[in-house]
């Protein structure tokens, strides 16, 4: 099974290559025995006639542009609603969490001015976007 993402302008942007992820479907892979339909090009194109939203297909094991079980990672992230399609660079990631965060174009996620702790993994922390800096909950 495939997935595709629908997606539509952010006009709030002020630019015309990024678009935000209204949902995501499974689908038909380019892939399956089943014959497109008549009349379309591929999938994509197929979904967006149904959705009536441009549609990008996705895959469910990319994150952080690496493809979990060793095959070709697909859009740098595997997208959710809320998620940004950046048309420019072909991926999906994440909004901004915070304004002072960058996001990564290796990974395409977003990193914070300051590294995580040490016991991140172990111990809750929350980011003070106002003193820049990691605090314990």
């Not at 495939?2 to 892979?29: M, Q, R, S």
Request: with cysteine; proline share 8%.
């Amino acid at each position: 099974m495939a997935h595709y993402a629908a997606i539509e302008p952010t006009p709030t942007t002020g630019t015309d290559n990024l678009f935000k992820v209204v949902k995501v479907i499974g689908g038909k892979a380019e892939t399956e025995v089943e014959t497109l339909p008549e009349g379309y090009s591929d999938w994509e194109e197929y979904y967006k006639n149904i959705l009536g939203y441009d549609v990008k297909r996705c895959s469910y094991n990319t994150f952080e542009n690496e493809h979990k079980l060793g095959g070709t990672p697909l859009r740098g992230n595997y997208p959710g609603q809320g998620s940004i399609y950046d048309a420019d660079n072909d991926v999906f990631y994440n909004p901004q969490p915070y304004l002072s965060w960058t996001l990564d174009s290796s990974t395409w996620t977003w990193k914070p001015p300051v590294d995580y702790p040490a016991d991140y993994a172990d111990v809750p922390y929350t980011w003070n976007e106002l003193n820049q800096s990691w605090d314990k909950e």
